[in-house]
């Protein structure tokens, strides 16, 4: 039995919409996949995606979410203030509370060139858990599927073929997708939902090395952050910002994160490849 995510969509935005405190900004539920679609990116692709991860963009072909606490200090009542229900037309450039921003099932064939990956990446290699990739390779396999701020995104990684391919955070605006461990789609749809996209707790459970997030809903449930605990997470990272606190624990919320994560930078060289270093 596949899971039912938008019907747990829309029981998050209404009880964030039940929320004086909390402004929803944006929410957008794309109506499903075609079938055709699905065949035609699976023919262009070389193999198809597994039913598992289909089975949300049968539901949605594409979700896009943003609420933001109304004590926040970058909360604007012309931007905020009034629930919009159309798509991002740009990524989002922060996370001020949360953002889902899930592109549609046709964005697995999009090119992210001189973003994700660049040609001077041409012979080098990568190595990522005991294995060698050629990294031109891997870099154009990424695909972002949630692309939540111009930071940090969710990204399948393509390069082994596999239906089932793994996620990835990448963050530093895409420089490094192997900074954090992988997971699996519904692992981190089901961390979304449990989240409701907070950016703060987003880090909290997927950008960490000491271990996996947890994997079903009920796991999610026991383990998951009251809404609450979502807004004054949000304003305690707005007020170590607004005070110039690079080194902000999210009141200790962070503290798991400062480990060793096993950092590899995936779209680095090993002279430290610049981005602009093609001009």
């Known amino acids: 039995m596949r899971p039912d995510y938008i019907r747990r969509v829309h029981e998050m935005v209404d009880a ?4 004086p405190d909390i402004a929803l900004a944006r929410v957008h ?6 079938e055709e679609a699905i065949e035609r990116v699976h023919a262009k692709l070389g193999f198809a995606i597994a039913d598992r991860i289909l089975g949300f963009y049968r539901q949605a072909n594409g979700l896009s979410l943003e609420w933001v606490p109304r004590e926040h200090s970058a909360f ?6 009034v629930e919009r229900d159309d798509p991002f037309d740009m990524v989002p450039q922060d996370v001020l509370g949360g953002v889902i921003n899930i592109y549609p099932f046709e964005s697995l064939l999009d090119d992210y060139e001189d973003l994700l990956w660049f040609q001077s990446m041409a012979g080098q290699t990568i190595e990522i ?3 060698t990739h050629d990294l031109l390779e891997l870099s154009r396999s990424i695909r972002p599927f949630d692309y939540y701020s111009e930071e940090s995104m969710a990204a399948f990684v393509l390069h082994e073929r596999a239906s089932d391919p793994p996620v990835r955070i990448g963050d530093d605006h895409g420089a490094s997708f192997t900074r954090f461990p992988p997971t699996d789609f519904e692992t981190y749809m089901e961390g979304m939902l449990a989240l409701r996209g907070s950016g703060v707790f987003r880090e909290r459970f997927f950008c960490r090395g000491d271990g996996s997030p947890p ?3 009920e796991t999610w449930r026991e383990v998951g952050p009251s809404l609450d605990e979502l807004v004054r997470a949000s304003l305690e990272r707005d007020a170590s910002a607004t005070e110039g606190d690079d080194d902000f624990d999210g009141d200790e919320l962070d503290e798991e994160l400062n480990g060793d994560t096993g950092e590899i930078e995936l779209l680095d060289s090993d002279d430290d490849f610049d981005d602009d270093s093609d001009d």
Request: net charge positive.
């Open 16 to 19: 964030l919409r039940r929320r």
């Open 29 to 34: 539920v794309a109506p499903p996949v075609s």
């Open 76 to 81: 604007d009542p012309a931007s905020h203030g």
């Open 129 to 131: 858990d005991g294995k």
């Open 215 to 217: 994997g079903t809903p």
